[in-house]
């Protein structure tokens, strides 16, 4: 009953949701997703009521937890103190990343400066340095803020760097024969070149970011979201715990999915329909 | 036979008068392999000239000189005139692969080299779509590449290039990933094109038929390094019917005598 269970649920809950919502969502008909959402709430009705754990309240138990808590105002609060953390970390991250990124695919010097530090910070276990960000910044917005981008800030770099570096040599070649200047390279040719996979790396970017503030509120500063649910933990009022997941869960999906549509909108027309 | 193919008896020259591209003395050797070697070649303003010869002979190397998009080791590439070493306004590429913008429409992707001169919105896609009627795109001006047949991707490569007006179009073996029939088309749409645009055409090919079918003029080039081995210039009236051409005695007879003069490479 350590603050690692309320974790673990989250993230086993999270996966299956975020693998009905890649890819796939934007271009199947809506029926096909409230069929699928319809099955994963049955499921999960049947699990609660059989029940597979004491601690495991049924979807309807959760639903009606989930309006109450929105009712009284304690979801919102939270989520007002959750969202601008994450939110400003997010777009830090996303500018920060894309922008390094960049550059190190660009550069050599930059290249062989900078990637082996995010290598080494993907490949760490990152979330055990938000421990350290709290004894450094305090357990105030600005340590929230940083462990959303310690997280978020690899992946969109590395991809973002993968991406330019793997730019279509004959694009490069075609802009330079009718002479585009380095800078219509750039923003002609090479971002929207990478833009799918600089997206891939912004999506896991974000997600990634959910996980830093609700780490940062579960382990150090108890607020927002991460306070709720350790709260609802705390009173064994586990539909009210479950609820509050859920909401971060669904917010996640609803901004991956919100950020591939951006994507397909802005970067790469040609994919919309087909 | 040799007097049956070339006018006035004359056997044609590397150095011509009214030449719009004049390569002298270009050499280019890759990191140990000389692929060129002290080339001297004229191009005719306003004729359409052929480069042919084996594989891996330089083709695309000194298409890509004269492009200006890879450096010479020695000698020099004067166009009108001027010495370049970099792409300039008069010359405009025809990419073998195409290189579209696969995020970008037809129009956009033909109104490109206008975009990056910075040319305003509305004037560029004017331009564009007039030379995608002329290629043959009609109806298509909204749709992406992957829409698109090779044929129909290579017509928007050479809209593109005839968009930004150069004089000088460079073609690297623009057909190559064009299927038979649509290439027989393309062939025929660019004798039409040359008649009425008034431009140089510089074309790589590997077909001897294709060679001899669309060129005023054919340059061979001999197997690595690349030099010039001979050139001819096919007499063929291109007024009537395609399919004529195809079995006019000069062409089959002049495809037979560049084909005997290659043979010797390729055993
Ligand atoms: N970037 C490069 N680096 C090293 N060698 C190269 C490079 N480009 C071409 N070569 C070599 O130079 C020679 C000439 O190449 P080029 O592409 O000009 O030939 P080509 O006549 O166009 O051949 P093909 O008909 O097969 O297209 C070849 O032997 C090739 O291997
Ligand atoms: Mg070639």
Known sequence: ?274 | MHAAIVRNDAVPTNVVSDAIVEVRGISKTYSGVEALRDVDLDFPRGKLTSLLGPSGCGKTTLLKIIAGLIGADRGTVAVNGKKVSAPGPERAFVFQDFALLPWATVLRNVAFGLELRGTAKEEREAIARRYVVDVGLAGFEDKYPHELSGGMRQRVGLARALCVDADVLLLDEPFSAVDEQNRRKFQEDLIRLRTNQNKTFIFVTHSIEEAVYISDRIVLLSPRPGRVSRIIEPEIDRSGDPDRIHRDKHYLDTVQEIWQGLKQYVE
């Open chain 1, 1 to 274: 009953m350590s603050s690692g269970s309320g974790v673990g649920g989250a993230a086993s809950l999270a996966s299956p949701s975020r693998g009905v919502q890649a890819g796939r969502l934007i271009e199947r008909p809506i029926v096909l997703r409230l069929v699928s959402i319809a099955l994963f709430a049955a499921i999960w009705q049947v699990a609660g009521l059989i029940p597979v754990s004491f601690a495991f309240p049924t979807f309807s138990d959760t639903m009606v937890a989930f309006v109450r808590m929105i009712a009284d105002g304690s979801l919102p609060t939270a989520y007002i103190s959750t969202l601008q953390p994450l939110i400003l970390g997010v777009i830090l991250a996303t500018f920060a990343g894309v922008g390094v990124g960049t550059l190190c695919g660009l550069s050599r010097p930059g290249e062989w400066l900078l990637i082996p530090v995010f290598i080494v910070l993907q490949a760490a276990p990152v979330a055990a340095f938000i421990p350290l960000v709290t004894f450094i910044y305090g357990i105030g917005m600005t340590a929230k803020t940083l462990a959303v981008i310690i997280l978020a800030l690899p992946v969109i770099v590395l991809n973002t760097y993968k991406a330019v570096r793997n730019v279509n040599e004959s694009l490069l070649v075609m802009n330079r024969s009718f002479m585009g200047t380095r800078w219509q390279e750039v923003t002609k040719i090479v971002l929207p070149d990478a833009s799918p996979v600089i997206f891939a790396g912004l999506r896991l970017g974000v997600a990634a970011g959910f996980v830093g503030v609700v780490l940062a509120e579960l382990l150090i500063t108890p607020t927002g979201i991460g306070d709720l649910i350790t709260f609802a933990r705390s009173r064994a009022n586990y539909a009210g715990m479950y609820a509050t997941i859920a909401s971060v869960i669904a917010l996640s999906t609803v901004t991956l999915v919100a950020l591939q549509w951006i994507e397909i909108r802005v970067f790469r027309p040609e994919k919309r329909g087909g």
